[in-house]
């Protein structure tokens, strides 16, 4: 399961995207698979993404709520590896490593700022069944692609991805939380261990990797498993300390409680909705409160934070934030929640555009 409409980036676990070897003019086909593939990323986050019905009661907390900081604006800067160049009309202009790429998007309401000519002269739009769970077909106006090209973010190399989903192997908006967390992994200057839940592709993985962490990396999707390990032997961390587990999210982490196993920062993304492999079905109004409280109870003594995105729900960020700030009842800390956002930047990279919201988050971080 995996975010839908702002960007992302799967139900319990999983995103699913169609990808063997990279080849020549990708045109994703139908997929056969369940639709495990929920909706901010279809494929990937989706397929993964297949909680099963609660196993046990909600806990019941004590004490004071944490502090709050609201609303916070957590906003992406343009780099080399991506930037956002335009956008409206109901489409994002977007530069990913060397390919410039066109994908609908639904909050651009405003008019487009560039000429057409810019919207024309790009590598690959994305054309079809423009849902967030639906199948949809790449066009290439300059001439067919590879499947896959080398991207870099936050200095870790992976692959970029022109899926039937419309998403392209990551979710750029992320890289604040990818940020913070390897600032706090650095800062800690002791052994951390990381818990990424509906990990996708690994991206995320592979930074809290490289800045020194030992890391749990669950998705439901066997091929975003695969993935992920694909991008650690680009990214050239073969030896780090990643664990690469294809399970249900919620069945995991229920596992992870009774075994008494705790995490230091949790990271968690899930879906609208997702199925699991065996029919599990996630919603995220239903199975979220619980998925949270379980992570609290992953929490370790000196835990670093706890974070949360949804992408593509009818609802406020207070909605999530509150339940964040109920969920750490007791904890003490700081609960800060908003929205994650994207700025034009411009042909050149050096504009200052309008900002494009792509996801709604909430983040707990001790006192």
């Given at each position: 399961?995996?975010?839908?409409?702002?960007?992302?980036?799967?139900?319990?676990?999983?995103?699913?995207?169609?990808?063997?070897?990279?080849?020549?003019?990708?045109?994703?086909?139908?997929?056969?698979?369940?639709?495990?593939?929920?909706?901010?990323?279809?494929?990937?986050?989706?397929?993964?993404?297949?909680?099963?019905?609660?196993?046990?009661?909600?806990?019941?907390?004590?004490?004071?709520?944490?502090?709050?900081?609201?609303?916070?604006?957590?906003?992406?800067?343009?780099?080399?590896?991506?930037?956002?160049?335009?956008?409206?009309?109901?489409?994002?202009?977007?530069?990913?490593?060397?390919?410039?790429?066109?994908?609908?998007?639904?909050?651009?309401?405003?008019?487009?700022?560039?000429?057409?000519?810019?919207w024309e002269h790009v590598d690959?739009?994305?054309?079809?069944?423009?849902d967030e769970d639906g199948m949809?077909?790449?066009?290439?106006?300059?001439?067919?692609?590879?499947?896959?090209?080398?991207?870099?973010?936050?200095?870790?190399?992976?692959?970029?991805?022109?899926?039937?989903?419309?998403?392209?192997?990551?979710?750029?908006?992320?890289?604040?939380?990818?940020?913070?967390?390897?600032?706090?992994?650095?800062?800690?200057?002791?052994?951390?261990?990381?818990?990424?839940?509906?990990?996708?592709?690994?991206?995320?993985?592979?930074?809290?990797?490289?800045?020194?962490?030992?890391?749990?990396?669950?998705?439901?999707?066997?091929?975003?498993?695969?993935?992920?390990?694909?991008?650690?032997?680009?990214?050239?961390?073969?030896?780090?300390?990643?664990?690469?587990?294809?399970?249900?999210?919620?069945?995991?982490?229920?596992?992870?409680?009774?075994?008494?196993?705790?995490?230091?920062?949790?990271?968690?993304?899930?879906?609208?909705?997702?199925?699991?492999?065996?029919?599990?079905?996630?919603?995220?109004?239903?199975?979220?409160?619980?998925?949270?409280?379980?992570?609290?109870?992953?929490?370790?003594?000196?835990?670093?934070?706890?974070?949360?995105?949804?992408?593509?729900?009818?609802?406020?960020?207070?909605?999530?934030?509150?339940?964040?700030?109920?969920?750490?009842?007791?904890?003490?800390?700081?609960?800060?929640?908003?929205?994650?956002?994207?700025?034009?930047?411009?042909?050149?990279?050096?504009?200052?555009?309008?900002?494009?919201?792509?996801?709604?988050?909430?983040?707990?971080?001790?006192?």
């Amino acid at each position: 399961m995996r975010r839908g409409g702002p960007p992302g980036s799967g139900p319990a676990s999983g995103r699913v995207e169609k990808r063997e070897r990279p080849r020549q003019a990708p045109v994703p086909a139908k997929d056969a698979r369940p639709k495990a593939v929920a909706e901010r990323n279809a494929p990937l986050k989706q397929e993964r993404a297949a909680p099963a019905a609660p196993e046990r009661p909600l806990m019941t907390r004590t004490g004071d709520t944490p502090a709050e900081r609201i609303p916070v604006i957590l906003e992406n800067q343009s780099s080399a590896g991506f930037r956002l160049i335009d956008s409206g009309a109901g489409e994002k202009l977007e530069q990913y490593g060397d390919y410039r790429v066109v994908r609908p998007e639904a909050q651009a309401l405003w008019q487009r700022s560039l000429p057409a000519r810019h919207w024309e002269h790009v590598d690959a739009v994305f054309t079809g069944d423009t849902d967030e769970d639906g199948m949809g077909r790449w066009r290439f106006p300059k001439g067919a692609l590879g499947e896959t090209w080398p991207m870099q973010l936050l200095d870790v190399d992976f692959h970029g991805r022109f899926t039937s989903f419309r998403h392209v192997g990551v979710f750029p908006e992320q890289q604040v939380h990818w940020d913070w967390m390897r600032q706090e992994i650095e800062k800690a200057k002791r052994p951390v261990k990381v818990l990424n839940l509906f990990g996708y592709t690994g991206v995320a993985s592979l930074i809290a990797a490289a800045a020194g962490a030992e890391v749990t990396h669950v998705d439901a999707s066997k091929k975003a498993i695969g993935w992920g390990r694909e991008n650690q032997a680009l990214a050239r961390l073969d030896k780090a300390p990643i664990r690469w587990i294809c399970d249900d999210a919620m069945k995991f982490i229920a596992r992870e409680e009774r075994r008494g196993n705790r995490y230091d920062i949790i990271l968690t993304d899930p879906p609208k909705f997702g199925r699991g492999p065996n029919g599990e079905v996630w919603h995220l109004f239903d199975h979220l409160p619980l998925m949270l409280d379980i992570g609290r109870e992953l929490l370790s003594d000196k835990a670093l934070g706890f974070v949360l995105t949804a992408y593509s729900i009818r609802a406020s960020f207070y909605s999530i934030h509150e339940l964040m700030r109920e969920t750490m009842r007791g904890a003490g800390g700081v609960v800060e929640s908003g929205e994650l956002i994207i700025r034009e930047s411009g042909l050149d990279g050096s504009e200052k555009g309008r900002a494009l919201s792509t996801s709604l988050f909430s983040r707990w971080v001790p006192a």
